[in-house]
């Protein structure tokens, strides 16, 4: 029997990256997490302990803070692709480069050019992977809560002596939405995609009336590929958030869909994707580390 090293990558994971852009009084703050990983002719490092390929994860770090100094960090998925080329392009052990980046969101509080109160915890993401010649972009939201408090059914499902789920034909629906999309390219306009591919999942998620979350899941990512050419797969992961009425009988009150109780787990966690039968191959688009 042989042993052998597998797949494999190293890098920096979670590097805090805040900027203020200054123009005049006017500040733009862009607040970011990047996470690189490189990989390549690495067995030497695993195997005897022999540095001589391995750019320091440190390294990485900074090259991070340095290109945010040397030029505006713009669109997540420019400044992914920018680190990503230049790692594989610099260093010639490295034949692959994993980029992820969630960018957290800071508004402008109204009537002031530099003072910012904290948005959600919705964070928009990119994970940019570059192998070579080539790079695969998917971009995506993470945290987007949503709720709609009727227009949602659920019934018609099996039951055996293990169900006290009742049927329902009116409930309020709710979840957290992780949605990742393959791009087709990697010359997108990515603000004006990101924006638009949100509108329409949050424009179907409210206008879809719902018999479950699987077809709202699939509802939203057929709404984005319809709509969006440059969008090749979404998937979704929707984890439901229960809210679960609240019996005040005895109390002798009636509860018409009213008042319920928040619950966050145990909860059913929905996920799929959906993509063209004719998108070009997803590569290492997905990959974290490459294919076996």
Avoid: C
């Amino acid at each position: 029997m042989a042993i052998v090293l597998g797949p494999n990558q190293y890098g920096k994971a979670e590097n805090r990256l805040v900027t203020v852009s200054r123009n005049g009084s006017v500040h733009t703050v862009k607040d970011l997490t990047v996470s690189t990983s490189l990989r390549g002719d690495l067995a030497d490092t695993h195997l005897t302990g022999d540095n001589a390929k391995v750019l320091a994860t440190d390294t990485q770090k900074n090259t991070v803070y340095a290109f945010a100094k040397q030029a505006p960090v713009g669109e997540i998925e420019d400044f992914a692709l920018r680190l990503g080329r230049h790692f594989v392009g610099s260093q010639e052990p490295i034949t692959g480069a994993r980029i992820l980046i969630d960018e957290h969101s800071w508004d402008r509080i109204d009537g002031h050019d530099h003072s910012f109160v904290q948005g959600s915890n919705e964070k928009r993401t990119t994970a940019v992977t570059v192998d070579g010649s080539q790079a695969w972009v998917v971009s995506g939201v993470r945290d987007m809560v949503v709720l709609k408090s009727t227009g949602s059914e659920f019934h018609g499902y099996p039951k055996d002596p293990y169900t006290t789920l009742k049927e329902t034909d009116d409930r309020i629906l709710a979840t957290s939405v992780t949605a990742r999309w393959r791009y087709i390219g990697t010359d997108a306009d990515w603000a004006k995609s990101f924006a638009e591919i949100r509108s329409i999942m949050l424009k179907t998620f409210a206008d879809k009336h719902s018999l479950s979350l699987q077809q709202t899941l699939y509802a939203m990512g057929e709404a984005v590929l319809n709509a969006r050419s440059e969008v090749a797969e979404v998937r979704l992961s929707m984890p439901n958030k229960h809210h679960f009425l609240v019996d005040l009988s005895a109390f002798g009150l009636e509860n018409d869909n009213e008042v319920f109780y928040a619950a966050d787990r145990p909860y059913g966690l929905i996920e799929g994707s959906i993509l063209r039968d004719d998108a070009p191959e997803a590569g290492l688009a997905w990959s974290t580390l490459p294919a076996f």
